[in-house]
């Protein structure tokens, strides 16, 4: 089993920062792949960044516009989120996820996911 905490959320105004950090336990050994996910009320899940765990590639989708930055932290298996020039659109949970094996943006594909944190942008 692998277990998955975030931590890092919080309230900020528009055109703030925020850094989001995710710590891995468990059995995380192996090829893997973590992404970030928010989800607003009344909207589906959707990715935010992934990164490959042993190759520290980087994904991210086009809304973020380089105002994010995903990283790893291969020694002490933790992986953050920059988030910077924060819009109120990115009000959110943010969760973090894992899946074995190659890069998926689908969170579907994710196999282990954290309990969330709120990230609140005020206008």
């Known amino acids: 089993q692998v277990q998955l905490v975030e931590s890092g959320g919080g309230l900020v105004q528009a055109g703030g920062s925020l850094r989001l950090s995710c710590v891995a336990s468990g059995r995380t050994l192996g090829a893997r792949v973590m992404g970030w996910f928010r989800q607003a009320p009344g909207k589906e899940r959707e990715f935010v960044a992934g990164i490959t765990w042993n190759a520290g590639r980087t994904y991210y989708p086009d809304f973020v516009e380089d105002r994010f930055i995903v990283s790893r932290d291969y020694a002490k298996n933790t992986m953050a989120l920059q988030m910077n020039s924060l819009k109120p659109e990115d009000t959110a949970i943010y969760y973090c996820?894992?899946?074995?094996?190659?890069?998926?943006?689908?969170?579907?594909?994710?196999?282990?996911w954290g309990q969330g944190t709120q990230v609140t942008v005020s206008s």
């Open positions: 996820a894992l899946k074995v094996g190659s890069y998926s943006s689908r969170s579907a594909d994710y196999n282990y």
